[in-house]
């Protein structure tokens, strides 16, 4: 099968939405912890999630147009800092419901019956049934003119992990803490370790 240019172009826009959010294959499926000056709380599963560099520690992340409100955004650029708490096997169905429009008013966390956590006087909350989550400070923000999206750029300040999943070289075995990936829209994951390789040399 072959589809061209103008043939994804004339697509219905759900069914291109779905194939092109498809083509990536598997991706991280997180929570964006936020709070607004007021201590609103907001919680938004995102997938575009990204390592950008170790020393500093950074990461990256894509939000999709600011054409209608978008909390996470507002609230990050607003406060600067933010947490990134990975999904599990055991609350995938409450995560994707973040994905729901709630008023600003309305948190996500009390629309979905997860727990809100405030570690080490970070001002935004954690997902206390998270197993894996950080602390991010913002560092940059960018407009994309190419699609209108927002690239985020953050550095992690502080990482709240269970210890198991935790090697003695620094690897962190997700599989462990029955972390889920994402494909698509709406499609959740769990995973089966091939191996791990040695470094690649001539």
């Known amino acids: 099968m072959h589809l061209t240019k103008q043939a994804i172009a004339n ?10 959010n498809s083509l990536s294959g598997f991706k991280s499926a997180n929570l964006i912890g936020t709070q607004d000056c007021h201590n609103q709380t907001n919680l938004a599963i995102v997938s575009s999630v990204f390592h950008l560099g170790a020393h500093p520690p950074l990461v990256g992340m894509i939000i ?3 054409s209608v409100p978008r909390h996470t955004l507002e609230n990050i650029l607003s406060t600067g800092c933010y947490t990134i708490n990975q999904v599990n096997k055991d609350i995938y169905h409450q995560a994707h419901q973040t994905s729901a429009r709630y008023d600003k008013e309305e948190s996500e966390f009390d629309a979905t019956g997860l727990e809100t956590q405030y570690l080490n006087d970070f001002l935004a909350p954690f997902v206390a049934n998270s197993r894996l989550k950080y602390a991010v400070i913002l560092k940059e923000h960018h407009h994309l ?7 985020i750029i953050g550095e ?12 003695e070289d620094g690897f962190v075995d997700i599989e462990a803490i029955d972390t889920v990936a994402v494909s ?18 001539k």
């Open 145 to 151: 003119a190419i699609n209108g999206t927002e690239l």
């Open 156 to 167: 992690i300040t502080d990482v709240h992990l269970d210890e198991n999943c935790l090697a």
């Open 184 to 201: 698509g829209l709406d499609s959740y994951h769990v995973t089966e370790r091939l191996a791990r390789l040695a470094y690649a040399k």
């Open 64 to 66: 999709r147009p600011h």
């Open 11 to 20: 697509l219905d826009n759900r069914y291109r939405a779905h194939l092109i």
